[in-house]
């Protein structure tokens, strides 16, 4: 009798159908199959694994997810608090924005006259429209919300905290930024200069000299003062890009004057590029444990598929697996809205790093 | 008041969540959103307008879809013929045969120590393990088989009827081959010599001189006249390779023969590879109406994913929404166990093309 | 006689070997392949218009381009004046001045035992290797020059300019920052807030109150002006990011104030990205017109390549072709080093957009 | 002073400009950067080290290759014997065939009106057309040779070797069939039947009854044999798909048969697929040392690039850094047009395995 090796101990499961199952229980028999029909199985787990501790869980999302359809799903997520903290390229804020101020995206085609669509000034994002003549609109109310800040530098994250007070005060609206104002869960934009928010921003400095100035440096101090402050931390990514970094960076530029940081506990990316050549979008999550960025022993998957399939089925699985867990779990309490972000009630300082021994 | 642009007609419709939500049900709202998540919504649409028309349903597939845990949903595809004919890699077939009989696939590691791993004598697939020693004995198993043939050129289609019938009657599992078997749909191995399957018949002719001939050239002349007879067609592929160009090259070769032949008038591609580095594999929907394989006003869609996400969701999805639909619809019937196939009870050639005109 | 369609003009020629061939003459050549050779060989061509034309040249790097051996290439092409103005990630210009100030990065492995890199403090990217110590000691480098700046927002270009300035009298090496500082040619990095030097820039503020004030905000009014004065314009992109977005947002944006700018007349982008996720790094040159970044007749042209191989063969090919037309094309004289930039002599503000009618 | 850690040996060194650089002296350059670039650089000392061996040097080639304008460069490898034994796709040895015919591809767009194409008759393949009544006339060309043959089986070696004499005495014109045929190099083509050549054989068929038949298991088994004749071997890769697996099928099939068969000695493979769905094309060059494909302690590098880039430049530099080598080198000597091959002078076998012991 061949000794059997250590390495065949639990065999794949072939995926069989049953037309009634939900989507956490199609996650559930995933788990069982091979390459990223696993990884997206696993993803559920390490997310409620997340939710099961006491960590801090900072989201990350790039890529087009709000003008794609998938922004009242980030909504959710960050009003029945599966996440903690959410890092957002601009762009996704601000067809958020557009959305919420009750414009719409379009469905549209792929291969398509572009020159057609210049002349009717509708801008495309891959197979979706939408009119720019309603963008600028958003540019000029944003402009205006801006002109009437006060002329001082703001975080990101307390520009973004007004900013979804003054939405949801206008239009009532759910959304991203609604929603995390409603949820009190804070939104750095370290990339902001580079987006729609952005330009809108350099609109209202256009109108009244002095406005329209982002700190974002101080957003480096304050999210590594907030893992420092709660040193287990959990991410979860969507698309790579500069919230992939960002969160990563906090963790890492925390451990500088915090020897309790440790890196993430739990990681989670859900991405398309590659890590072969060298970028961080598809750096791998070892790749991230050399820097410190991910704890040796942290549980991690890497989803190599597009957001826009993986994320519905993720969440809707989240929603009818993990709700309860969402609701009990030791979660931060955040005071966004201030120049000073309090977290638990004590304020975390963009000035300075908290040095702990 | 600004006259609406003509490409601005129909909105996103922002995913929302829903905990109860079933495979169709996600599927219908993800043809609302954008990008990938949208194709895989119509991807189920499509499939279901096969359904409802009277064509010959192609599948093709390749890449490690067997070892992967999706072997009883193609079995499940082939037992309800959701599908009419299925063409494969040999591969695919062999992970099949090797679970049918009773051996398993492993959840493994996709980094991991290879040279340990080749001292146990495991073979890994991605993040996948099997016993080569298990392998081995497969290869023996259908060696022998192939050496009680007769001595003469088998169509991969008839060899692969025979087989699956050897397998029913030894082992009495599902799987994909047994489920062809019992369910008289056909296989096509074009690249047959490219797999453990060929290698197994190299084996039986090794034991048994004159034995294991596969005469793939016919295999191209009988899928020609499948198409001439029934010239309206659809084509499901996963993952590319052979598969994907022997369904396409059917049309192509009975488009000579026949005028009636004006390709596939459904097309469904679920792929991971990209159209610009000119590999077939990768080749969009569009490409192919150039060379005549898909109508010009052909229902088509193009998933880039995974299928090990794609399909279990999609045949989820159908098994709930088209079980009807595949029951009633009108479908070919073959033999596929006899050197001639018979197609609605009439012999088909694999030695000249049936000329119409 | 039939007669030649007329999309069947120019044949490929297939490639010969000549042992003999530099750089140049092989993307000739190249033109005449198929996919991305024959881009790449386009693009080398794409770049020679745009210096026989009198456009300005804007250039956006994103990946980990310094760290993997390319910062000399950059540093050449802005000596030369193949480019008038970098758009970069500020991980590139880190990773350039880690080796300006004389510090390496060292040849690894892309598998490896992260764990045991982590322990010996060695950051990972992908294949390549850095010293975490030697990076906090840049960080600490960048903090104390940052402590000695004036208690004012600068912009990034500003600030990259003065920066560059101190590297090259403290050093007198060779690098991104120093040709830049050396060839007056502005650096914007909208995204420096995600990297080491906004980490730097952190620690600066966190020696000393006040300073580390970054205005990313002014940085979006001054290149919207520079386009608005220059309005013919050409945009070389490596890599996606931020940069591809900063640059053609500059264009959207001047655009609002003046109606002689109209989308760029060149556009040579060498990506790695897909277009299929709908993310901005992989949208097509295609989209960009939609928006408008892009001219309708614009020369442009895609690159699916890693930038390690693309680029050293197109600089060195740039290098033998088109030195010539470089030193002698009519390019704008910028003064990068003071709070208002100068074109030609005249300073631009940060503050508000110049109209013109 | 702190110990520097044994992981940081070799630094980067940043490539340098310089205009007058040939093929071979960038890519040595190349191998002291980063990601693909690096691993091009590397390809090209692991392909000089197999020519300083004395090896057996396999090359697969999958991806529309001839048609892109590659198959001079096969064609000079061939001649030169940079490569023992080529295993192609039928699509590659088709379009070969097309243009030593005196035919042409064509320049196009990937972009472009697929019915138009289509109603002009036009195949595309991306950005490359070439004219159908062009390739029927090929069909018709092959089938009138292949009536001319014996009523038995031919190995794909064998047939391809008769076609290329067959055109060659026709046509005189080198490629990459006539260059096979003259420096008896032989091909294998496991997926024939899954290509325009295997239409051209069915065509043949139809023609005349009983002709037309390609023993691709034949092919197993004689390729198998090669290698336990010659069992040190190397295999270079372009593109994955059947020839990639043909090539280590080989080694597998042999190692049963043949204790002296270790896996390739070098491996060196330029593909554009990823591991993470689990297809072979994609598949690691670790992954193969698991089954025994390739030697533990082998030479081995993975380029992630098209091969209408990589090629051109690796060609090139081999030419000019390496042609004496290959005209010294130890190689074996085949004579391939007979229904038995000679492998240095003495026939090898199709039928049965070569046992060693």
């Not at 444990?289 to 998957?301: E, F, I, P, R, Y």
């Amino acid at each position: 009798m061949v000794k059997r090796s250590h390495f065949l101990k639990v065999p794949v499961e072939p995926f069989t159908i049953d037309p009634e199952l939900k989507a956490d229980e199609i996650l559930a028999k995933m788990e069982r199959i091979s390459f990223q029909g696993r990884s997206l199985g696993i993803a559920h787990r390490v997310w409620q694994k997340m939710l099961s501790d006491e960590v801090t869980i900072f989201m990350g999302m790039a890529g087009a997810l709000s003008a794609g359809g998938l922004r009242m799903v980030v909504a959710y997520l960050i009003e029945h608090r599966f996440i903690d903290c959410l890092v957002s390229t601009g762009a996704n804020l601000y067809h958020d924005l557009h959305e919420t101020r009750g414009r719409r995206h379009y469905l549209g085609a792929s291969h398509v006259n572009d020159a057609a669509l210049a002349e009717d000034r509708i801008d495309r994002v891959y197979d979706t429209y939408a009119s720019e003549e309603e963008f600028c609109d958003n540019d000029v109310w944003i402009g205006d919300f801006v002109a009437t800040l006060d002329q001082r530098p703001y975080t990101s994250r307390e520009f973004l905290s007004l900013l979804g007070g003054h939405l949801w005060r206008e239009t009532g609206q759910d959304g991203i930024l609604t929603a995390a104002y409603r949820a009190a869960v804070p939104i750095f934009c370290p990339a902001i200069a580079d987006s729609s928010i952005g330009m809108g921003l350099s609109q209202g400095r256009h109108k009244r000299p002095g406005s329209g100035h982002i700190d974002i440096i101080g957003d480096i101090v304050e999210s590594a003062n907030l893992v420092i402050r709660r040193p287990r931390t959990a991410s979860v990514v969507l698309g790579g890009g500069t919230p992939k970094n960002f969160i990563n960076q906090a963790s890492v530029q925390a451990e500088f004057f915090s020897p309790a940081v440790g890196g993430h506990k739990y990681a989670l990316q859900i991405v398309t590029d590659v890590p072969h050549f060298g970028g961080a979008s598809g750096s791998t999550l070892e790749e991230a444990q050399s820097w410190g960025k991910l704890a040796a022993d942290a549980a991690q998957v890497t989803v190599h598929a597009d957001a826009t399939i993986a994320l519905p089925m993720l969440a809707t699985a989240l929603a009818r697996s993990s709700c309860q867990l969402a609701r009990e779990r030791k979660r931060p309490a955040f005071d966004p809205g201030q120049p000073e972000m309090l977290i638990d009630g004590r304020p975390v300082s963009h000035d300075a790093f908290e040095e702990t021994t």
